[in-house]
């Protein structure tokens, strides 16, 4: 850890530590369920979900060491028991137990918008107070707001084809 990490924070760096380590949470079920339904997917468009679905999960696991960095950096420990992964969750998880495009498709849809909201309410605390992760939420976020639109995208494409 830096000498300097915790003093530029203009807040209780135990809570950024908190609201890391729930959203570290969120980002490794999210993981789990881009990866674990991208494995049982089937149905119509099932190649293309399946493409978007790993890109995502490639992109939430990155995600999650993002924000690991950020808590080790902050002098914190990221939640080292996966059975806490659940407790911690913000947004939680669904399993895929309907492996059709629309209903995997519906349900990824719906972690993003959690995510959407966990990570605005996150920017909202940090602004002015903490710009480091705030910067790295944002960026975190405009990747959640993509993958939205990117799973919409494919909500259509069913739609369009009477799905």
Same mark, same amino acid.
Not at 150 to 157: R, S, W
């Given at each position: 850890m830096g000498?300097?990490?915790k003093d530029i924070v203009k807040m209780d760096v135990e809570k950024v530590i908190?609201? *890391?380590?729930?959203?570290?949470?969120?980002?490794?079920?999210?993981?789990?369920q881009y990866w674990v339904g991208a494995k049982v997917v089937?149905?119509?468009? @099932?190649?293309?979900?399946?493409s978007e679905l790993?890109?995502?999960a490639t992109e939430e696991l990155g995600h999650a060491e993002m924000i690991?960095? @950020?808590?080790?950096?902050?002098?914190?420990?990221?939640?080292?028991?996966?059975?806490?992964?659940?407790?911690?969750?913000?947004?939680?998880?669904?399993?895929?137990?309907?492996?059709s495009v629309k209903a995997?498709? $519906? $349900?990824?849809v719906k972690g993003e918008q959690c995510a959407i909201d966990v990570y605005n309410?996150?920017?909202?605390?940090?602004?002015?107070?903490?710009e480091v992760t705030y910067k790295m939420i944002l960026d975190i976020l405009e990747d959640e707001l993509e993958h939205e639109q990117? *799973? $919409?995208?494919?909500?259509?494409?069913l739609k369009s084809m009477g799905k």
């Open positions: 000498t300097r990490a908190e609201m *890391l380590n729930k959203a570290y949470a969120d980002e490794w079920l999210a993981y789990y089937t149905g119509s468009l @099932r190649g293309i979900a399946e790993i890109e995502h690991a960095e @950020r808590i080790i950096t902050l002098g914190g420990t990221p939640i080292l028991n996966p059975d806490d992964l659940a407790k911690m969750s913000n947004c939680g998880y669904d399993a895929p137990e309907d492996p995997i498709v $519906q $349900q990824n309410k996150m920017l909202e605390v940090l602004k002015d107070k903490d990117d *799973l $919409q995208t494919i909500m259509e494409d």
